[in-house]
């Protein structure tokens, strides 16, 4: 029996800028850590992240003091366990299917994806992070949530302003008055899109939601579909900015990724080397204990799947992408009841559709300066700009 | 312990030792075996440990429990009468000898 050791050190700045040396030493030499900056305990081993995303009963979900419940003006799915949970989430899975994507989505998302590529100018430097990355991950999430009349802008901004709310830890007041107004404006447009729905079922989440035998209360409709908008833009707009810097900064892999038609595991690939959502936080209901080390209920545990991601216990030099590694499960999308509703779907846009249409229309497309690329982010990360001149 | 064989789309085989109570998940992914993801570990959120029971052996693995049947409709390949979620398959002497085929896909 021990406590674990501290990192006393360690500021939340260090680990925005590059967490992944600090990981890398962390599953080294203190696998399981306490970083008062953070006021969590760390894991940073792929089988304890896992462990402890696999059992709601140990490790709750249910955060009472969550931000989130603020930003949201509502308890979400994401924060809640057991029945009550698998509930509200079965409620909207249907729309987040393979099989509705193939057959309501694929044309759809390619035409889109023609029409914004088409926008990009040649023969200049353009940040595709902003150009299109952003703008096309919001369009696609429109469509499936059953939002076709919203803008790309509204919808990236409402995710930002919920994150942004759901991330105030300090529960200063700005931020949310930004939530409280962005769920004003997002009240109101679901409100006028009802009519439509009833009348025209489909296979967008409000629409499925809506027009359920035995639907979930209407407070909870509005709330998952809060919490896909929240969760659902910055994810895809990251991950495809991350595997475009990994194929572009290694070009005997991407090449052999055109000839293999190699994108999906491009896209596995590149969610394994940056996770977007870094990590995840879970509530330990008793006192118990973790290889030896104590661990007391009510601690907030950080399970880093971005540490998980790179372990050496899965993975041969994890720190570098590489399309062609021996295959091994990583823990992009999380693990257990809440692993993510969004996987299959960003499977298929990301990596089946954008990535491939993407080099097919600029085949000679380049970086600029890969050292200008800006890396940043502790819960989520990705790179923040993407210069590259398209041809 | 009980057998249990693994037929991958290809025709490929591969037959395992598993323990009794572990499920055809779990003994696939401890194993390796190649078509099962598994990547919600169990709890039922992700088909992607989809498999489809011989029909030699349909009628001695039960019916799906509940809540199955949703999340089957969520699975990659094709829904066939005999889908199961391989997380909720639980070996038992019963099934000593079971047999499942995997599916196209997964993700
Ligand atoms: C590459 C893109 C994406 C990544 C890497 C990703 C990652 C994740 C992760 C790690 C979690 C688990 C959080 C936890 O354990 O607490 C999660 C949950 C979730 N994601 Fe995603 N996500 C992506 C795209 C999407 C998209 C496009 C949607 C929109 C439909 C979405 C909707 C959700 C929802 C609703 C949850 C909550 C599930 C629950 O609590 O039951 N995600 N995501
Ligand atoms: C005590 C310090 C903090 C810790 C330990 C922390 C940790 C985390 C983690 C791990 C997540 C991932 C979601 C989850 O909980 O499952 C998260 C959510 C979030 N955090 Fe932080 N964070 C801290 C402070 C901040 C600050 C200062 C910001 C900046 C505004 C921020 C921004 C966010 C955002 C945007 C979310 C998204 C909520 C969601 O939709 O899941 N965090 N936080
Ligand atoms: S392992 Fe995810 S549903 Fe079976």
Same mark, same amino acid.
């Given at each position: 029996?021990?406590?674990?050791?501290?990192n006393?050190?360690?500021?939340?700045?260090?680990?925005?800028?590059?967490?992944?040396?600090?990981?890398?030493?962390?599953?080294a030499?203190?696998?399981?850590?306490?970083v008062?900056?953070? +006021? +969590?305990?760390f894991?940073?081993?792929?089988?304890?992240?896992? &462990?402890?995303?696999d059992d709601?009963?140990l490790?709750s979900?249910?955060?009472?003091?969550?931000?989130?419940?603020?930003a949201?003006l509502?308890?979400?799915?994401?924060?809640?366990?057991?029945?009550?949970?698998?509930?509200?989430? &079965?409620?909207m899975?249907?729309?987040?299917?393979?099989?509705?994507?193939?057959?309501d989505?694929?044309d759809?998302?390619?035409?889109?994806?023609?029409?914004?590529?088409?926008?990009?100018p040649?023969?200049?430097?353009v940040d595709l992070?902003?150009?299109?990355?952003?703008?096309?991950?919001?369009?696609?999430?429109?469509h499936?949530?059953?939002?076709?009349?919203?803008?790309?802008?509204?919808m990236?901004?409402?995710?930002?302003?919920?994150?942004?709310?759901?991330?105030?830890f300090?529960?200063?007041?700005?931020?949310?008055?930004?939530?409280?107004?962005?769920?004003?404006?997002?009240d109101?447009?679901?409100d006028?899109l009802?009519?439509?729905h009833?009348?025209?079922p489909?296979?967008?989440?409000?629409?499925?939601?809506?027009?359920?035998?035995?639907?979930?209360?209407?407070?909870?409709?509005?709330?998952?579909?809060?919490?896909?908008?929240?969760?659902?833009?910055?994810?895809?707009?990251?991950?495809?900015?991350?595997?475009?810097?990994?194929?572009?900064?290694?070009?005997?892999?991407?090449?052999?990724?055109?000839?293999?038609?190699?994108?999906?595991?491009?896209?596995?690939?590149?969610v394994?080397?940056v996770?977007?959502?870094?990590?995840?936080?879970r509530?330990?209901?008793?006192?118990?204990?973790?290889?030896?080390?104590?661990?007391?209920?009510?601690?907030?545990l950080m399970?880093?799947?971005?540490?998980?991601?790179?372990?050496e216990d899965?993975?041969?030099d994890?720190?570098?992408?590489?399309?062609?590694?021996?295959k091994?499960?990583h823990?992009?999308?999380?693990?257990?009841?809440?692993?993510?509703?969004?996987?299959?779907?960003?499977?298929?846009?990301?990596?089946?559709i954008?990535?491939? &249409?993407?080099f097919?229309?600029?085949?000679?497309m380049?970086?600029?300066?890969?050292?200008d690329?800006?890396?940043?982010?502790f819960?989520?990360?990705?790179?923040?700009n993407?210069p590259?001149?398209?041809? | 312990m009980?057998?249990?064989t693994?037929?991958? *789309?290809?025709?490929?085989q591969?037959?395992?030792d598993?323990?009794?109570g572990?499920?055809?998940?779990? =003994?696939?992914?401890?194993?390796?075996?190649?078509?099962?993801?598994?990547?919600?570990?169990?709890?039922?959120?992700?088909? =992607?440990?989809?498999c489809y029971?011989?029909?030699?052996?349909?009628?001695? =693995?039960?019916?799906?429990?509940?809540?199955?049947?949703?999340?089957?409709?969520?699975?990659?390949?094709?829904?066939?009468?005999?889908?199961?979620l391989?997380?909720?398959?639980?070996?038992?002497?019963?099934?000593?000898?079971?047999?499942?085929?995997? *599916?196209?896909e997964?993700?």
């Open positions: 029996m021990a406590v674990a050791p501290v006393e050190t360690l500021t939340l700045a260090d680990l925005t800028r590059d967490p992944y040396p600090v990981y890398r030493r962390m599953r030499e203190t696998p399981i850590v306490e008062p900056a953070a +006021r +969590r305990i894991l940073t081993k792929a089988k304890h992240t896992k &462990m402890v995303k709601p009963e490790f979900s249910d955060d009472p003091v969550t931000p989130m419940r603020r949201f509502a308890h979400t799915l994401m924060r809640k366990d057991g029945e009550e949970h698998r509930r509200e989430r &079965m409620a899975q249907p729309a987040f299917s393979p099989k509705v994507i193939k057959t989505w694929a759809l998302y390619r035409t889109i994806a023609t029409d914004y590529l088409d926008r990009l040649r023969g200049e430097t992070f902003t150009a299109l990355c952003g703008p096309i991950a919001a369009r696609i999430l429109a499936i949530l059953g939002l076709d009349e919203v803008s790309d802008a509204d990236q901004r409402w995710s930002q302003t919920l994150i942004d709310g759901a991330g105030n300090g529960f200063a007041d700005e931020p949310f008055e930004k939530s409280d107004a962005a769920n004003a404006e997002m109101a447009v679901f006028s009802l009519d439509r009833r009348a025209e489909n296979n967008s989440a409000l629409s499925v939601m809506l027009n359920a035998k035995n639907p979930i209360p209407m407070s909870q409709v509005y709330a998952n579909i809060k919490i896909a908008i929240g969760g659902g833009i910055n994810e895809p707009r990251d991950a495809l900015a991350t595997i475009l810097f990994g194929l572009l900064t290694n070009p005997d892999q991407l090449e052999e990724v055109k000839r293999q038609e190699a994108w999906a595991e491009a896209f596995e690939e590149g394994r080397w996770a977007p959502i870094q990590a995840s936080s509530r330990v209901t008793r006192d118990l204990e973790i290889d030896g080390i104590d661990i007391p209920e009510g601690v907030t399970t880093i799947q971005a540490s998980a991601n790179r372990d899965l993975y041969e994890g720190e570098s992408f590489n399309v062609f590694r021996k091994a499960p823990q992009a999308f999380g693990s257990g009841p809440h692993h993510c509703a969004g996987a299959h779907i960003s499977r298929r846009t990301v990596g089946e954008l990535l491939p &249409m993407l097919e229309r600029f085949p000679n380049k970086l600029d300066r890969a050292e690329v800006v890396w940043s982010g819960g989520f990360r990705g790179p923040l993407l590259v001149r398209l041809s | 009980v057998q249990i693994f037929i991958q *789309p290809d025709g490929g591969t037959t395992l598993a323990a009794e572990a499920s055809v998940m779990e =003994t696939a992914v401890n194993n390796g075996i190649d078509g099962i993801f598994a990547e919600c570990g169990g709890a039922m959120m992700c088909a =992607t440990c989809h029971v011989d029909e030699a052996w349909a009628g001695k =693995t039960g019916a799906r429990v509940d809540g199955e049947e949703d999340m089957l409709e969520c699975a990659a390949a094709e829904l066939r009468e005999t889908s199961r391989s997380c909720q398959l639980k070996l038992s002497s019963e099934l000593d000898g079971l047999v499942v085929h995997l *599916p196209e997964q993700a």
